[in-house]
């Protein structure tokens, strides 16, 4: 398509203008997560939950821990915006417990949790939430900027998305943004987008899941990202990315793409969520979106992946299927 050609050539500059003008960086960091016996995969994903409990976040929680243990669940992803309003204040901020571990407190969810950062993470202390120290408090605890987690049948590529948005460096109004390990923010940026590009190039695993805490499609209140569409988007569809996972908007969706099989899951539902704030989509795009409290549960086999949306009761609320065989989402 002529729109995809675009792209492509924009992604084909970009890196080589990269690879000409920005210094060599290390590989992303990479972690290890084995498959169940049979060889499938099972895993919940929340966003935008951190706020010690209210606004339906232990109610989420409690649902989680139900299915959590019917899938006998990997794994936890979680989509940013890990701790409102502001983050943590550092590693003794008792937020954490407040907020995460006496809140996720169901035997299936005592599994790793892989987190990225969200823009409110950002407002605070960000190393806190990177330190090893969180990870001594409760071993589940796993947080970097961005990293790779490979679970054999599947390669999950997590990406600092909050540097990418300018608006948090050109107008942050009354916050405070940690920008340390972010700046020269230029140079951050064009060694990510390298990196992920490379890393999704190496990749051979069956399904390749890209989990990001802003939007790249949406019909919530934060809607269309235009950064991560202009810089990260080509990148995914060059690449053969089959989800774009996020949060940020706090509302449950599953928008297709007309220009790739991309599927774009939205997951920020995991508290305090926005109702009424939805935006027209293109009809043939937008699959479902729900604008209360809730999660996704993802099982995977090497051909097949079930998705599942569940609100704050723990009802069905949308499911589909995507095969690798005919390359197509039911």
């Known amino acids: 398509m002529v729109k995809a050609g675009y792209r492509l050539l924009f992604l084909g ?56 243990e019917k899938l006998d669940i990997n794994f936890v992803i979680s989509t940013g915006d890990n701790f409102y309003d502001c983050g943590l204040t550092g590693e003794d901020d008792p937020a954490f417990f407040k907020s995460f571990t006496d809140i996720y407190t169901a035997p299936s969810l005592q599994k790793p949790w892989y987190n990225v950062l969200g823009n409110h993470d950002y407002r605070g202390d960000v190393e806190a939430q990177l330190s090893p120290v969180l990870k001594e408090k409760h071993s589940k605890w796993v ?49 990510l987008v390298k990196d992920v590009d490379s890393a999704l190039k190496a990749s051979s695993a069956k399904w390749k899941i890209v989990v990001g805490h802003h939007t790249i499609k949406s019909a919530g209140q934060h809607g269309v990202t235009v950064e991560l569409e202009k810089q990260l988007l080509p990148i995914l569809e060059a690449n053969d990315v089959d989800l774009y996972v996020n949060g940020h908007d706090h509302c449950l969706q599953h928008i297709t793409s007309t220009d790739s099989d991309i599927q774009f899951i939205t997951s920020g539902g995991g508290s305090q969520a926005w109702r009424g704030k939805i935006s027209s989509w293109k009809p043939e795009e937008m699959k479902f979106y729900y604008d209360g409290q809730g999660f996704l549960s993802v099982n995977m ?14 009802q069905v609320l949308h499911k589909w299927s995507i095969s690798k065989q005919l390359h197509d989402a039911a």
């Open 13 to 68: 500059g970009l890196l080589s203008w990269l690879c000409l003008a920005s210094p060599a960086t290390s590989e992303l960091q990479r972690l290890q997560h084995r498959v169940k016996p049979d060889g499938s995969l099972s895993f919940l994903v929340v966003g935008d939950w951190g706020r010690e409990g209210n606004y339906n976040q232990s109610e989420v929680a409690s649902q989680m821990g139900v299915i959590g």
């Open 143 to 191: 947080c970097f900027r961005s990293f790779i987690l490979n679970a054999e049948i599947a390669e999950f590529f997590f990406v600092d998305t909050t540097p990418f948005v300018n608006e948090y460096f050109t107008d942050p109004r009354q916050y405070n943004y940690d920008w340390k390990g972010v700046e020269p923010r230029d140079e951050y940026l064009f060694n």
């Open 301 to 314: 086999t090497g051909d097949r992946a079930d998705l599942v949306f569940y609100d704050v009761f723990g």
